[in-house]
């Protein structure tokens, strides 16, 4: 009763009352009311979502203060001295490779910027699984990296925490826990019946207490303390969890959870007692089933059954049965069954059944920073261990629960000494091998590899789930990461049994994924498990053992190595037996996995190079070797049968497979340990043997026949090159590479590197990526990385990032230096590291370029030699392949079958069969003398060769040489020479295999029978000593050897006569490739020099052979001398005479076809060019001069034009009219101008912000709204220009075709249903010539002939005359055009450029759509023509004809401008002005003001002082009849001037502080009477000053800071400035304007001229008789009356606005036109700084943090990429922010990815990154997370492209944005 007292007062006053009486010294009643008060409050049987429960433990934990000071306090008392932040998947975190102990350490943003970085390798990265920061704990990192904050040792300076602080706390949060668990037990049902989605609501209901227990953790380290008291304590526990016994529910709830574990599969210890087996040791299953963790699938567990029934009776057919293994177990006692003790273990039970809930993970990891927790929660952890493993594996969101798993293992096993301690009391290795080794059990299957009737080893499934999904991955990764750790690695390899499952688990591996080839047809569906089977090799197997060798490096270590190998061998011994192989491999199958060959040749490298043990004790008895050898061999070869397209029917995934074994992440765990293993054995056995095998497995026995003709039983004649290219390839790399035969680790590095760059140049990243990390791969450490850096300079140049003219950027590059061209290149290290073989090619192509570019050799090179490192001493046998009969009978035949032409040689088997013979002279056996005593009875039984020494077998001359071929051979038809009888005698064994065997000898009838000979008989050496000699040989005959199908032509012996050494052989090849007879005179060696030979193609090769050759033994070199010395040409055998001619002609032959090719190249060339030159005009100077002397001769002729469609060439006519091809864009480039010339930056913290007021386009909008407010709606619409935002630019390639021609085309477009980076149906298209994008056709104005010669001739009528008939010009009414074809499409490009803008920028009137407003747009289309024109000349007409950069489109724009203002002045004649209230008369006339009326209800209209003078001059030009003669032009360009001149006057006066004002008017009163006062500003100044100071004045506004301003005195040199300055943009308008109609030529001049020169150019001036500096802006001012009254009544128009006030007609006065270039923000150099602020800040809009943020360059918006959250109408932020920024064009950053994107109307395209790290690269979505500094090149063509409105033409990639971005 007393708690429903206390529960209905305040909660406040109890909490605080309950403390009270808890401080007590007898506080047992108070503890007796909390209880009661508790049980009250925390009932589990109320709705967990009710929040009444979480205030009342706020109120009491804080005990009566607020929760939030209470939170503050406790905080002061942090003691923690780690951060332990944690965080989630995406969360942005850094690690420090210098800082870091551990691979695996991490840093939050704010610990990284606290700490000192710099110089560090870095790198920042977004979280996959989540983490937690690690500053603080040096365990983990280096204290040197620690931030300020946990720098310090804190604890010292802390005072004691108050005991009655966190006494409610200890005493309410035991009940809350408990509360949560309560809630947690009831929530959760079996997984049978229940569905996520139940789960997910439990977890619901109860994320607020879960949050708050996450809260409490954050308050620091004295909270965390009582929190880990109570979880880890267990009398709470006891007392707690089981409920009082008068409690139903919580017995209820008990039973709950006892059911629960009871499900889990997890029984207690007594049942678990009788199921347990003695420890059965490992039987020749090939691996002991692993524990089924205890009570596999018992009656405990009702959904494990069910869950095999599935698997078996619904098999789809491709599925193999699972296989169910013995279960014996290592020790079924190692998990202890799980029988909770305490709060913190039944937590992590329960987080697991819930398979991981976020806030759940983050609540256990925010308390690691507590060390007896981290102790007890990773023990716990330890415990439920196999119980993880179970539910992953039932997930259905196993990706998300490994994340989350990982994210707390990788927190406990980084932690070195943690991990020992758990390895040492919980057996933890034992744990995870078991638990690894149960998962793999559940998805077994019977291999089929060799037997696959009786085959008793078993492999995984690689389809099913668990290999498919990696969902193995949490696990091996643990394991990999705690062998990271030296103690733990230890006491792994000292525990044997241990290691015993370890191997039984590695071979579950071992032939996994086999594959058939496919003979007859392809296979229906191609199956991508080999993904699955590569992945689970990399990870379960070989990152394992890589980290097992990093402890095995040092002497000290050599046991552990010997047992590994021991286990190995044992291990591969086991598979042998249960796959039944005896001594063949089974035809056509292939496995790439074979990870226990792997594991041994591992370990027995480490053991030679690192520990010094001799290789013989470690390996096995020759039998087993040859054993050992034979599957590697057969991945070689079916590398080669791929390669040669013979597995095609196996679909391209046996590609992939091929690729994927040799790519750089896998090599160094795949083929390399392969050719290691296979150079083992080659220097151990018998090489003969060894020889023979290769060509065996590689198919190509058959060809090696001295006969032009063979048949082969296995291979098709066109795979036979390839194959035999390949036997000879992997010859060379077998007895050339030297990677574990004595390379130390930094040659090893810098051969990788020399080869990756060889075959292309690199970036750094694309280099650290191919180079295969050696040892620890967890580590992300390349080995020595330190060295990386160095060894790259020391090997390779860097080319800095660079552009291409199509716009392509181009990332940092390295390249090999030229000595390593010269020295280091190596064919065979690429060959062996390519992936795709065209890599090999483009290796051969840079090394030709290279050696061409250095003139040392230009034709086609060969591939060059490489000296090798020398071998290690153990490995001294391999040079025995080299010196064999065998070998030397292969390289005998071959170069005599390429002497004699026969098929299926090439230059490649040349090129590979005198590497051999150059190895083979580079290595000689050192120890000649045991070899001479086997000669001698050798001799017998083949007398090929005397010995097996090249050097003297080279020069041995082999006479006749018996074949077998078939009868239609070419041999046959010849006669047997006479002296057969006498050389058959030594040709012994082939007369004797005759009577042998004939169905061997048909298949082995030739040279090479004597391979098979040898087989068998060192089958029999190694039977002898075996029992099953017999059993073990004889089924090989009889079931390899075949007769094939069918009947061939019957085979005949014939005898070749022969004559010839390898040394004559060498020879003749010499002469035929260079064609000439004896090219190699005797006394050739003599005049040789040596360093010559290095480099060339196979000449040079033979060359050098025989150089080297001779030094070596002088009967050689006497040899050579001999047979080069005989002086006729050697006579080849007769069958070769018409080859010979054949091979003649063929070189003929081939030289014509090199001629003709050359020829047709150049003449394709010179076209090239030549079209280059007509399209883009950019070559020479001297075209453009010539193009404008033509200009003014056309003038007088019809201009043609050439239609790039029909091809035709014609004038443009009225019914077929021709158009220019031009591309409109809406643009507001020119609203962007600002005043200063500086670029605004761009903010990156919250003070700095981006003001747009200041720009060109919102100072037009303020002056057009003012004006409306006062004037004449009509008049205010001619008195400005708008297009300074949204107006329309028109650009061309300059290209023209029929406008019908057009139409087709765009027919044409619209059918073709090829994808197109473009709308037709939006009028769309490219350029039919140069494919330039465009989007509309500008017709062009027929004739241009008639009357253009009087256009131009001045006559000298006087200014009144000419102001008079421009007056009249204007009043003629404008002619409706003729209905035609050309008026047509006049008015459709109309709509066109209409179209291009939005409406909101056409329509500033007060009545949308009216014909004023239609004015504006039209001549406001022609202003920002020109004037965006300007712009790209650099804002001013200094440079005469064009800027560099406006050479190409200078022509170009002549002709769209000249075009364009005729479509516009023909729209605009339809709209006549007024006469009354034509400015023409106001600007010329003085005009008697009519009394205002006061009923006027009409406003008045705009003073013309007001009015924008440029757009006056284009109104006039473009409303007056055309062709418009040049005088009057001028004639109105001159009234202009002094308009804009008195405008300037009248701004500058403003200015002055009243002083100066007087002083001024004063002294220019004096001058008005002189004689030329009208031209001279001073006299004009006083009366503007005078005329404006009457009345209500505008000086009166500003006066007080204008005096603060103008500091500075005006001298009549800065006011002629200024003057110069105002006047200039109006000039330069007009020039253009001339330039364009007239098509007068613009003069280049300085800059300071720019005026006079532009003066005399419009004819204000006469041509230049004063200096140009000296002239006075005056003295271009004409007037036609009195100037004074002019003035006046300009000056009237001013003060008679009533109305207005005087600041905004002040406003209206001063409109100074000078506007800067535009510019994109400023950037800051470093990317981390624009990082940091904007991926975390909230968009303005939705206040939420974008999922992908993104800034606009142009304004510094910050905006929504994509995001839902910010649509408007469909539309998402950034194409809306495009349309309002750029009038449709955006150009954004992307925060998360660096990269910047341009939104161009309905388009997107990536344009790439402006921020590039310090070797040059982009860091797309910032994947590498280096640091990115700013490229100012390339930011400026950024800017360069959005400012010349190229976007569209310079990138090529785009895409519809569907309004989506």
Same mark, same amino acid.
């Given at each position: 009763?007393?708690?429903?007292?206390?529960?209905?007062?305040?909660?406040?006053?109890?909490?605080?009352?309950?403390?009270?009486?808890?401080?007590?010294?007898?506080?047992?009643?108070?503890?007796?009311?909390?209880?009661?008060?508790?049980?009250?409050?925390?009932?589990?049987?109320?709705?967990?979502?009710?929040?009444?429960?979480?205030?009342?433990?706020?109120?009491?934990?804080?005990?009566?203060?607020?929760?939030?000071?209470?939170?503050?306090?406790?905080?002061?008392?942090?003691?923690?001295?780690?951060?332990?932040?944690?965080?989630?998947?995406?969360?942005?975190?850094?690690?420090?490779?210098?800082?870091?102990?551990?691979?695996?350490?991490?840093?939050?943003?704010?610990?990284?910027?606290?700490?000192?970085?710099?110089?560090?390798?870095?790198?920042?990265?977004?979280?996959?699984?989540?983490?937690?920061?690690?500053?603080?704990?040096?365990?983990?990192?280096?204290?040197?990296?620690?931030?300020?904050?946990?720098?310090?040792?804190?604890?010292?300076?802390?005072?004691?925490?108050?005991?009655?602080?966190?006494?409610?706390?200890?005493?309410?949060?035991?009940?809350?826990?408990?509360?949560?668990?309560?809630?947690?037990?009831?929530?959760?049902?079996?997984?049978?019946?229940?569905?996520?989605?139940?789960?997910?609501?439990?977890?619901?209901?109860?994320?607020?207490?879960?949050?708050?227990?996450?809260?409490?953790?954050?308050?620091?380290?004295?909270?965390?303390?009582?929190?880990?008291?109570?979880?880890?304590?267990?009398?709470?526990?006891?007392?707690?969890?089981?409920?009082?016994?008068?409690?139903?529910?919580?017995?209820?709830?008990?039973?709950?959870?006892?059911?629960?574990?009871?499900?889990?599969?997890?029984?207690?210890?007594?049942?678990?007692?009788?199921?347990?087996?003695?420890?059965?040791?490992?039987?020749?299953?090939?691996?002991?089933?692993?524990?089924?963790?205890?009570?596999?699938?018992?009656?405990?567990?009702?959904?494990?059954?069910?869950?095999?029934?599935?698997?078996?009776?619904?098999?789809?057919?491709?599925?193999?049965?699972?296989?169910?293994?013995?279960?014996?177990?290592?020790?079924?006692?190692?998990?202890?069954?799980?029988?909770?003790?305490?709060?913190?273990?039944?937590?992590?039970?329960?987080?697991?059944?819930?398979?991981?809930?976020?806030?759940?993970?983050?609540?256990?990891?925010?308390?690691?920073?507590?060390?007896?927790?981290?102790?007890?929660?990773?023990?716990?952890?330890?415990?439920?261990?196999?119980?993880?493993?179970?539910?992953?594996?039932?997930?259905?969101?196993?990706?998300?629960?490994?994340?989350?798993?990982?994210?707390?293992?990788?927190?406990?096993?980084?932690?070195?000494?943690?991990?020992?301690?758990?390895?040492?009391?919980?057996?933890?290795?034992?744990?995870?091998?078991?638990?690894?080794?149960?998962?793999?059990?559940?998805?077994?299957?019977?291999?089929?590899?060799?037997?696959?009737?009786?085959?008793?080893?078993?492999?995984?499934?690689?389809?099913?789930?668990?290999?498919?999904?990696?969902?193995?991955?949490?696990?091996?990764?643990?394991?990999?990461?705690?062998?990271?750790?030296?103690?733990?690695?230890?006491?792994?390899?000292?525990?044997?049994?241990?290691?015993?499952?370890?191997?039984?688990?590695?071979?579950?591996?071992?032939?996994?994924?086999?594959?058939?080839?496919?003979?007859?047809?392809?296979?229906?569906?191609?199956?991508?498990?080999?993904?699955?089977?590569?992945?689970?090799?990399?990870?379960?197997?070989?990152?394992?053992?890589?980290?097992?060798?990093?402890?095995?490096?040092?002497?000290?270590?050599?046991?552990?190595?010997?047992?590994?190998?021991?286990?190995?061998?044992?291990?591969?011994?086991?598979?042998?037996?249960?796959?039944?192989?005896?001594?063949?491999?089974?035809?056509?199958?292939?496995?790439?996995?074979?990870?226990?060959?792997?594991?041994?040749?591992?370990?027995?490298?480490?053991?030679?190079?690192?520990?010094?043990?001799?290789?013989?004790?470690?390996?096995?008895?020759?039998?087993?070797?040859?054993?050992?050898?034979?599957?590697?061999?057969?991945?070689?070869?079916?590398?080669?049968?791929?390669?040669?397209?013979?597995?095609?029917?196996?679909?391209?995934?046996?590609?992939?497979?091929?690729?994927?074994?040799?790519?750089?992440?896998?090599?160094?765990?795949?083929?390399?340990?392969?050719?290691?293993?296979?150079?083992?054995?080659?220097?151990?056995?018998?090489?003969?043997?060894?020889?023979?095998?290769?060509?065996?497995?590689?198919?190509?026995?058959?060809?090696?026949?001295?006969?032009?003709?063979?048949?082969?039983?296995?291979?098709?004649?066109?795979?036979?090159?390839?194959?035999?290219?390949?036997?000879?390839?992997?010859?060379?790399?077998?007895?050339?590479?030297?990677?574990?035969?004595?390379?130390?680790?930094?040659?090893?590095?810098?051969?990788?590197?020399?080869?990756?760059?060889?075959?292309?140049?690199?970036?750094?990243?694309?280099?650290?990526?191919?180079?295969?990390?050696?040892?620890?791969?967890?580590?992300?450490?390349?080995?020595?990385?330190?060295?990386?850096?160095?060894?790259?300079?020391?090997?390779?140049?860097?080319?800095?990032?660079?552009?291409?003219?199509?716009?392509?950027?181009?990332?940092?590059?390295?390249?090999?230096?030229?000595?390593?061209?010269?020295?280091?290149?190596?064919?065979?290290?690429?060959?062996?590291?390519?992936?795709?073989?065209?890599?090999?090619?483009?290796?051969?192509?840079?090394?030709?370029?290279?050696?061409?570019?250095?003139?040392?050799?230009?034709?086609?090179?060969?591939?060059?030699?490489?000296?090798?490192?020398?071998?290690?001493?153990?490995?001294?046998?391999?040079?025995?392949?080299?010196?064999?009969?065998?070998?030397?009978?292969?390289?005998?035949?071959?170069?005599?079958?390429?002497?004699?032409?026969?098929?299926?040689?090439?230059?490649?088997?040349?090129?590979?069969?005198?590497?051999?013979?150059?190895?083979?002279?580079?290595?000689?056996?050192?120890?000649?003398?045991?070899?001479?005593?086997?000669?001698?009875?050798?001799?017998?039984?083949?007398?090929?060769?005397?010995?097996?020494?090249?050097?003297?077998?080279?020069?041995?001359?082999?006479?006749?040489?018996?074949?077998?071929?078939?009868?239609?051979?070419?041999?046959?038809?010849?006669?047997?020479?006479?002296?057969?009888?006498?050389?058959?005698?030594?040709?012994?064994?082939?007369?004797?295999?005759?009577?042998?065997?004939?169905?061997?000898?048909?298949?082995?009838?030739?040279?090479?029978?004597?391979?098979?000979?040898?087989?068998?008989?060192?089958?029999?050496?190694?039977?002898?000593?075996?029992?099953?000699?017999?059993?073990?040989?004889?089924?090989?005959?009889?079931?390899?050897?075949?007769?094939?199908?069918?009947?061939?032509?019957?085979?005949?012996?014939?005898?070749?006569?022969?004559?010839?050494?390898?040394?004559?052989?060498?020879?003749?090849?010499?002469?035929?490739?260079?064609?000439?007879?004896?090219?190699?005179?005797?006394?050739?060696?003599?005049?040789?020099?040596?360093?010559?030979?290095?480099?060339?193609?196979?000449?040079?090769?033979?060359?050098?052979?025989?150089?080297?050759?001779?030094?070596?033994?002088?009967?050689?070199?006497?040899?050579?001398?001999?047979?080069?010395?005989?002086?006729?040409?050697?006579?080849?055998?007769?069958?070769?005479?018409?080859?010979?001619?054949?091979?003649?002609?063929?070189?003929?032959?081939?030289?014509?076809?090199?001629?003709?090719?050359?020829?047709?190249?150049?003449?394709?060339?010179?076209?090239?060019?030549?079209?280059?030159?007509?399209?883009?005009?950019?070559?020479?100077?001297?075209?453009?001069?010539?193009?404008?002397?033509?200009?003014?001769?056309?003038?007088?002729?019809?201009?043609?034009?050439?239609?790039?469609?029909?091809?035709?060439?014609?004038?443009?006519?009225?019914?077929?009219?021709?158009?220019?091809?031009?591309?409109?864009?809406?643009?507001?480039?020119?609203?962007?101008?600002?005043?200063?010339?500086?670029?605004?930056?761009?903010?990156?913290?919250?003070?700095?912000?981006?003001?747009?007021?200041?720009?060109?386009?919102?100072?037009?909008?303020?002056?057009?709204?003012?004006?409306?407010?006062?004037?004449?709606?009509?008049?205010?619409?001619?008195?400005?220009?708008?297009?300074?935002?949204?107006?329309?630019?028109?650009?061309?390639?300059?290209?023209?075709?029929?406008?019908?021609?057009?139409?087709?085309?765009?027919?044409?477009?619209?059918?073709?249903?090829?994808?197109?980076?473009?709308?037709?149906?939006?009028?769309?298209?490219?350029?039919?010539?140069?494919?330039?994008?465009?989007?509309?056709?500008?017709?062009?104005?027929?004739?241009?002939?008639?009357?253009?010669?009087?256009?131009?001739?001045?006559?000298?009528?006087?200014?009144?005359?000419?102001?008079?008939?421009? #007056? !009249?010009?204007? %009043?003629? +009414?404008? *002619? @409706?055009?003729?209905?035609?074809? $050309?008026?047509?499409?006049?008015? &459709?490009?109309?709509?066109?450029?209409?179209?291009?803008?939005?409406?909101?920028?056409?329509?500033?009137?007060?009545?949308?759509?009216?014909?004023?407003?239609?004015?504006?747009?039209?001549?406001?289309?022609?202003?920002?023509?020109?004037?965006?024109?300007?712009?790209?000349?650099?804002?001013?007409?200094?440079?005469?004809?064009?800027?560099?950069?406006?050479?190409?489109?200078?022509?170009?724009?002549?002709?769209?401008?000249?075009?364009?203002?005729?479509?516009?002045?023909?729209?605009?004649?339809?709209?006549?002005?007024?006469?009354?209230?034509?400015?023409?008369?106001?600007?010329?006339?003085?005009?008697?003001?009519?009394?205002?009326?006061?009923?006027? #209800? !009409?406003?008045? %209209?705009? +003073?013309? *002082? @007001?009015?924008?003078?440029?757009? $006056?001059?284009?109104?006039?030009? &473009?409303?007056?009849?055309?062709?418009?003669?040049?005088?009057?032009?001028?004639?109105?360009?001159?009234?202009?001037?002094?308009?804009?001149?008195?405008?300037?006057?009248?701004?500058?006066?403003?200015?002055?502080?009243?002083?100066?004002?007087?002083?001024?008017?004063?002294?220019?009163?004096?001058?008005?009477?002189?004689?030329?006062?009208?031209?001279?500003?001073?006299?004009?100044?006083?009366?503007?000053?005078?005329?404006?100071?009457?009345?209500?004045?505008?000086?009166?506004?500003?006066?007080?800071?204008?005096?603060?301003?103008?500091?500075?005195?005006?001298?009549?040199?800065?006011?002629?400035?200024?003057?110069?300055?105002?006047?200039?943009?109006?000039?330069?308008?007009?020039?253009?304007?001339?330039?364009?109609?007239?098509?007068?030529? $613009?003069?280049?001049?300085?800059?300071?001229?720019?005026?006079?020169?532009?003066?005399?150019?419009?004819?204000?001036?006469?041509?230049?008789?004063?200096?140009?500096?000296?002239?006075?802006?005056?003295?271009?001012?004409?007037?036609?009356?009195?100037?004074?009254?002019?003035?006046?009544?300009?000056?009237?128009?001013?003060?008679?606005?009533?109305?207005?006030?005087?600041?905004?007609?002040?406003?209206?006065?001063?409109?100074?036109?000078?506007?800067?270039?535009?510019?994109?923000?400023?950037?800051?150099?470093?990317?981390?700084?624009?990082?940091?602020?904007?991926?975390?800040?909230?968009?303005?809009?939705?206040?939420?943090?974008?999922?992908?943020?993104?800034?606009?360059?142009?304004?510094?918006?910050?905006?929504?990429?994509?995001?839902?959250?910010?649509?408007?109408?469909?539309?998402?932020?950034?194409?809306?922010?495009?349309?309002?920024?750029?009038?449709?064009?955006?150009?954004?950053?992307?925060?998360?990815?660096?990269?910047?994107?341009?939104?161009?109307?309905?388009?997107?395209?990536?344009?790439?990154?402006?921020?590039?790290?310090?070797?040059?690269?982009?860091?797309?979505?910032?994947?590498?997370?280096?640091?990115?500094?700013?490229?100012?090149?390339?930011?400026?063509?950024?800017?360069?492209?959005?400012?010349?409105?190229?976007?569209?033409?310079?990138?090529?990639?785009?895409?519809?944005?569907?309004?989506?971005?």
């Amino acid at each position: 009763m007393m708690a429903a007292s206390l529960l209905r007062r305040d909660k406040k006053a109890t909490a605080a009352h309950l403390k009270a009486d808890l401080n007590r010294t007898d506080n047992s009643s108070g503890v007796r009311q909390l209880q009661e008060l508790l049980d009250a409050v925390l009932n589990p049987e109320k709705p967990a979502a009710d929040g009444e429960a979480l205030d009342w433990c706020k109120c009491l934990i804080a005990g009566g203060e607020g929760f939030d000071e209470f939170c503050k306090t406790v905080r002061s008392y942090d003691n923690a001295t780690l951060c332990g932040l944690v965080w989630t998947a995406n969360f942005v975190a850094y690690r420090c490779r210098t800082c870091g102990i551990s691979p695996c350490m991490s840093l939050c943003a704010e610990c990284f910027n606290n700490g000192d970085h710099t110089g560090h390798d870095f790198n920042m990265f977004r979280s996959q699984a989540g983490g937690a920061c690690d500053c603080g704990d040096s365990n983990v990192m280096r204290e040197s990296g620690f931030c300020r904050r946990h720098r310090l040792r804190t604890g010292e300076n802390i005072p004691l925490i108050p005991r009655d602080l966190l006494l409610m706390s200890e005493m309410v949060l035991p009940r809350f826990i408990l509360c949560i668990i309560q809630y947690l037990r009831d929530g959760y049902v079996e997984s049978d019946t229940s569905t996520e989605r139940d789960l997910q609501k439990v977890l619901q209901q109860l994320e607020p207490q879960i949050s708050f227990l996450e809260e409490l953790t954050k308050m620091g380290g004295a909270m965390r303390t009582v929190l880990t008291k109570i979880l880890t304590n267990q009398q709470a526990f006891k007392e707690l969890s089981m409920g009082q016994d008068e409690n139903l529910y919580a017995k209820k709830n008990y039973d709950k959870y006892l059911s629960a574990l009871k499900n889990s599969g997890l029984v207690s210890v007594e049942e678990k007692g009788q199921s347990a087996a003695a420890d059965v040791g490992v039987g020749a299953e090939g691996g002991a089933g692993a524990m089924v963790l205890l009570g596999n699938s018992g009656p405990g567990s009702p959904d494990e059954p069910s869950k095999e029934e599935d698997q078996d009776g619904g098999q789809s057919v491709g599925q193999r049965k699972r296989v169910k293994l013995s279960s014996s177990t290592k020790d079924p006692c190692i998990i202890e069954s799980l029988k909770h003790k305490c709060f913190l273990e039944e937590l992590l039970f329960w987080t697991i059944k819930y398979e991981f809930p976020q806030k759940m993970v983050t609540f256990l990891l925010n308390m690691l920073p507590d060390q007896d927790y981290k102790i007890t929660f990773t023990k716990t952890f330890v415990q439920h261990y196999a119980f993880i493993m179970k539910t992953l594996m039932k997930s259905h969101e196993s990706d998300t629960m490994s994340n989350r798993i990982v994210h707390i293992s990788v927190q406990l096993f980084s932690n070195e000494e943690l991990a020992r301690h758990v390895t040492e009391e919980c057996q933890l290795l034992d744990i995870m091998v078991t638990v690894l080794l149960y998962m793999m059990e559940s998805c077994l299957i019977k291999s089929e590899l060799q037997d696959e009737e009786n085959n008793r080893h078993v492999v995984v499934n690689c389809s099913e789930a668990l290999l498919k999904n990696n969902t193995y991955w949490p696990l091996v990764s643990d394991f990999i990461n705690i062998l990271s750790h030296q103690s733990v690695a230890k006491k792994f390899l000292e525990d044997h049994s241990l290691l015993m499952l370890w191997m039984s688990f590695v071979s579950f591996f071992q032939g996994m994924n086999l594959n058939k080839r496919e003979l007859n047809e392809h296979v229906e569906f191609e199956s991508q498990t080999y993904y699955a089977a590569f992945a689970a090799e990399l990870e379960a197997c070989a990152q394992p053992m890589w980290g097992l060798l990093t402890h095995c490096k040092v002497k000290e270590t050599q046991e552990y190595t010997k047992t590994v190998v021991r286990y190995c061998l044992e291990t591969l011994q086991i598979w042998f037996d249960a796959i039944g192989f005896i001594d063949e491999p089974a035809p056509n199958q292939v496995t790439f996995h074979l990870p226990l060959h792997r594991y041994y040749a591992m370990f027995l490298s480490k053991a030679v190079k690192c520990q010094g043990l001799d290789l013989d004790s470690l390996l096995p008895d020759q039998e087993m070797l040859m054993k050992i050898m034979v599957h590697p061999l057969q991945i070689q070869a079916c590398l080669s049968e791929i390669h040669s397209n013979m597995w095609v029917r196996n679909g391209l995934q046996i590609k992939g497979q091929a690729m994927t074994y040799v790519q750089s992440h896998f090599c160094n765990s795949m083929i390399d340990p392969d050719i290691y293993l296979l150079q083992v054995c080659a220097s151990r056995l018998d090489p003969d043997y060894f020889i023979s095998s290769v060509f065996e497995r590689f198919k190509v026995v058959d060809l090696l026949t001295m006969a032009s003709q063979h048949q082969n039983a296995v291979l098709d004649s066109e795979q036979e090159r390839p194959m035999l290219e390949g036997a000879l390839t992997f010859l060379v790399i077998l007895t050339s590479l030297r990677i574990h035969l004595g390379m130390t680790d930094d040659e090893i590095l810098r051969a990788e590197m020399v080869s990756q760059l060889c075959m292309n140049d690199r970036t750094h990243s694309a280099l650290l990526d191919l180079i295969p990390e050696n040892p620890n791969p967890k580590s992300g450490i390349v080995p020595g990385s330190c060295s990386f850096e160095d060894m790259l300079s020391a090997v390779a140049d860097f080319k800095a990032p660079v552009f291409e003219p199509g716009g392509s950027m181009q990332q940092g590059m390295y390249t090999p230096k030229a000595e390593v061209w010269e020295k280091e290149f190596d064919p065979i290290m690429v060959v062996l590291r390519t992936v795709y073989r065209r890599d090999v090619q483009s290796a051969m192509d840079r090394y030709a370029a290279f050696l061409k570019q250095f003139g040392i050799h230009t034709g086609n090179p060969w591939p060059p030699y490489k000296e090798r490192t020398p071998l290690h001493p153990c490995y001294k046998g391999l040079i025995r392949l080299l010196h064999c009969k065998t070998l030397h009978i292969v390289i005998f035949t071959l170069l005599y079958k390429i002497w004699m032409d026969h098929q299926n040689m090439s230059e490649h088997v040349l090129c590979m069969v005198l590497y051999l013979i150059e190895l083979g002279l580079d290595n000689q056996i050192q120890d000649n003398k045991e070899d001479e005593e086997p000669c001698i009875e050798e001799h017998c039984h083949d007398s090929w060769f005397p010995g097996t020494n090249l050097l003297s077998n080279l020069h041995h001359v082999i006479n006749f040489v018996r074949v077998r071929v078939p009868e239609t051979a070419p041999e046959v038809k010849r006669e047997a020479p006479p002296s057969t009888s006498t050389e058959a005698s030594s040709y012994g064994q082939n007369s004797r295999r005759l009577s042998g065997n004939w169905r061997e000898n048909l298949r082995e009838a030739q040279v090479f029978s004597l391979v098979a000979e040898r087989r068998r008989k060192f089958q029999e050496i190694i039977n002898r000593s075996t029992t099953e000699a017999t059993q073990a040989v004889r089924p090989k005959s009889s079931s390899t050897r075949w007769v094939p199908p069918g009947t061939p032509p019957q085979l005949v012996t014939e005898i070749l006569e022969i004559r010839e050494s390898m040394l004559s052989l060498l020879i003749k090849l010499h002469q035929k490739m260079s064609s000439k007879q004896n090219s190699l005179s005797a006394s050739w060696l003599e005049d040789i020099e040596s360093n010559r030979l290095a480099h060339g193609d196979g000449i040079t090769a033979i060359e050098r052979i025989l150089t080297k050759a001779a030094t070596r033994s002088c009967q050689i070199k006497r040899s050579i001398q001999d047979i080069c010395g005989k002086v006729c040409p050697p006579v080849p055998p007769k069958k070769n005479s018409p080859t010979d001619k054949k091979a003649m002609d063929k070189e003929e032959r081939r030289q014509r076809a090199r001629e003709r090719q050359q020829k047709l190249l150049a003449e394709f060339a010179s076209r090239q060019k030549s079209f280059m030159e007509t399209a883009m005009d950019v070559e020479s100077p001297d075209t453009e001069a010539a193009m404008d002397l033509g200009a003014s001769e056309v003038m007088e002729s019809e201009i043609l034009y050439d239609c790039v469609i029909c091809g035709q060439s014609g004038p443009s006519t009225e019914d077929r009219p021709t158009g220019l091809v031009v591309l409109l864009q809406a643009s507001s480039v020119l609203g962007h101008r600002c005043k200063s010339t500086e670029p605004k930056n761009l903010p990156t913290s919250d003070e700095e912000h981006v003001y747009p007021a200041d720009t060109c386009g919102a100072a037009n909008d303020v002056r057009l709204t003012l004006m409306q407010q006062f004037f004449k709606d009509s008049s205010c619409l001619q008195s400005v220009s708008i297009g300074w935002d949204g107006g329309v630019y028109v650009q061309t390639c300059g290209h023209t075709l029929h406008i019908d021609c057009h139409k087709s085309y765009m027919e044409s477009l619209r059918n073709d249903q090829v994808l197109q980076g473009f709308s037709v149906d939006k009028g769309e298209f490219t350029c039919p010539l140069c494919r330039q994008f465009a989007n509309s056709v500008l017709p062009c104005r027929p004739g241009r002939g008639t009357e253009a010669g009087t256009w131009h001739t001045p006559t000298n009528k006087k200014t009144s005359v000419l102001v008079k008939e421009v #007056e !009249e010009l204007q %009043e003629k +009414p404008g *002619l @409706f055009p003729t209905e035609s074809n $050309l008026s047509k499409e006049m008015a &459709l490009v109309i709509k066109d450029i209409k179209n291009t803008t939005q409406k909101k920028y056409m329509d500033y009137g007060r009545n949308p759509g009216s014909p004023d407003n239609d004015f504006l747009f039209m001549y406001s289309v022609a202003r920002t023509n020109l004037e965006l024109e300007l712009v790209h000349r650099g804002g001013n007409l200094c440079s005469g004809g064009a800027s560099a950069a406006a050479k190409r489109s200078c022509l170009n724009h002549c002709a769209v401008r000249y075009q364009l203002f005729h479509v516009l002045a023909m729209h605009m004649r339809l709209y006549s002005i007024d006469s009354a209230y034509n400015p023409w008369t106001k600007l010329t006339q003085i005009v008697q003001i009519k009394e205002a009326d006061s009923f006027d #209800e !009409e406003r008045p %209209e705009v +003073p013309m *002082l @007001f009015r924008d003078v440029p757009s $006056l001059l284009i109104i006039f030009v &473009l409303t007056m009849p055309q062709p418009l003669r040049k005088e009057h032009f001028t004639c109105v360009v001159k009234m202009l001037y002094n308009l804009q001149f008195t405008q300037a006057l009248a701004a500058l006066s403003t200015k002055f502080s009243s002083e100066e004002r007087q002083a001024w008017s004063t002294s220019g009163a004096l001058k008005k009477s002189a004689a030329n006062s009208d031209k001279s500003f001073e006299a004009l100044l006083s009366h503007v000053i005078s005329e404006l100071s009457k009345d209500k004045s505008v000086y009166k506004v500003n006066s007080e800071e204008a005096t603060m301003l103008s500091s500075s005195v005006w001298s009549p040199q800065s006011i002629e400035f200024s003057l110069q300055q105002f006047c200039l943009p109006f000039l330069r308008l007009s020039c253009l304007l001339q330039h364009h109609l007239y098509g007068d030529n $613009l003069t280049g001049c300085l800059e300071e001229e720019e005026f006079a020169s532009l003066a005399v150019c419009l004819g204000l001036l006469p041509s230049a008789p004063q200096p140009a500096n000296t002239v006075q802006s005056a003295s271009c001012l004409e007037w036609p009356v009195n100037t004074f009254d002019l003035v006046t009544q300009w000056g009237a128009e001013v003060k008679g606005l009533s109305q207005i006030h005087a600041d905004e007609s002040l406003t209206l006065l001063v409109h100074d036109p000078q506007w800067a270039a535009p510019r994109l923000l400023q950037l800051p150099d470093n990317y981390n700084i624009i990082f940091q602020y904007y991926h975390r800040k909230a968009c303005s809009a939705c206040k939420k943090v974008p999922k992908d943020p993104a800034l606009c360059l142009v304004c510094g918006a910050f905006v929504c990429l994509k995001g839902v959250c910010c649509k408007q109408q469909g539309i998402c932020e950034c194409v809306l922010h495009s349309q309002h920024c750029g009038a449709a064009t955006g150009i954004f950053l992307l925060i998360n990815a660096s990269v910047i994107i341009i939104i161009r109307g309905h388009r997107f395209c990536l344009w790439g990154s402006v921020y590039l790290d310090a070797h040059g690269e982009e860091d797309r979505d910032l994947r590498r997370g280096k640091p990115l500094y700013l490229c100012e090149e390339r930011y400026r063509v950024l800017e360069q492209q959005w400012v010349s409105h190229t976007f569209d033409h310079i990138n090529k990639r785009w895409g519809p944005h569907y309004n989506g971005l």
